[in-house]
């Protein structure tokens, strides 16, 4: 069946600083990447998605690219803000219309 | 539109009671979903329907809860009786077509907690 496995957290970063969150997946036929991102206390948010291999994802200064030759989809940004600070989570989906999620990773970013 | 409704947002129940959780989907949406998130678990799917017919409910705990859906802008989560082990915050999702081009649009969740 189809499994996402995220890099193991939490991630504390400085202000500025380059953030990676690895994601890697397991899926038949080809799936339909997505991060979602959930801040304190609130729902998860549509954060990026790429439906395609080679397909770079965009949204907010943060970019993934679907990478179907190493089965990944790492989440980037090159500069984090204190505002960035939630917990981020690694998706796909296939045929079936189901959203698989990895465990989810706490970013936090101090000033 | 005003997104995916949950209500309430928080519930504090005693064990043993009913409890009744409310979603109301983004209009047009197909495709409901009830998830339930918890430190221990993360995130569970319970349940999902397509044009309001129940498809897979395999992640439903056990025959203390139930779902329904009886028309489009409309879903109930219930838990009877409730138990402590219940405690989670409970997100109900809609989607248009399935998720593979669109994803899924989240509610805000319902804290539940039972005491």
């Known amino acids: 069946g189809n499994s996402v496995t995220q890099m193991e957290g939490p991630v504390t970063l400085s202000e500025e600083a380059f953030l990676t969150i690895n994601c890697t997946y397991t899926?038949?036929?080809?799936?339909?990447l997505f991060w979602y991102v959930q801040y304190p206390g609130e729902g998860l948010q549509l954060l990026l998605k790429?439906?395609?291999?080679?397909d770079k994802g965009s949204n907010k200064g943060f970019e993934a690219t679907y990478r179907k030759e190493t089965t990944s989809f790492h989440l980037e940004k090159g500069s984090v803000q204190v505002s960035d600070s939630a917990v981020y989570f690694c998706a796909l989906t296939g045929a079936n219309s189901k959203l698989t999620f990895g465990k989810g990773i706490t970013l936090s970013v101090r000033p | 539109d005003a997104g995916v409704i949950q209500s309430p947002r928080h519930e504090v129940t005693e064990m043993g009671q009913e409890v009744t959780l409310r979603c109301k989907p983004i209009?047009?949406?197909?495709?409901l979903f009830w998830y339930r998130q918890t430190m221990m678990r993360g995130l569970e799917l319970l349940i999902y329907f397509n044009n309001n017919v129940p498809i897979d409910d395999s992640g439903m705990p056990e025959d203390r809860f139930s779902a329904k859906m009886p028309n489009a802008s409309f879903s109930t989560l219930k838990i009877q009786p409730s138990e402590p082990r219940d405690s989670a915050v409970y997100f109900c999702?809609?989607?248009?077509?399935?998720?593979?081009?669109?994803?899924?649009?989240f509610g805000s969740g319902t804290r539940l907690t039972v005491v």
């Open positions: 899926a038949t036929g080809y799936p339909s």
């Open positions: 209009s047009g949406h197909d495709y």
């Open positions: 999702a809609s989607s248009l077509r399935g998720a593979s081009n669109y994803g899924y649009t």
């Open positions: 790429a439906t395609k291999a080679d």
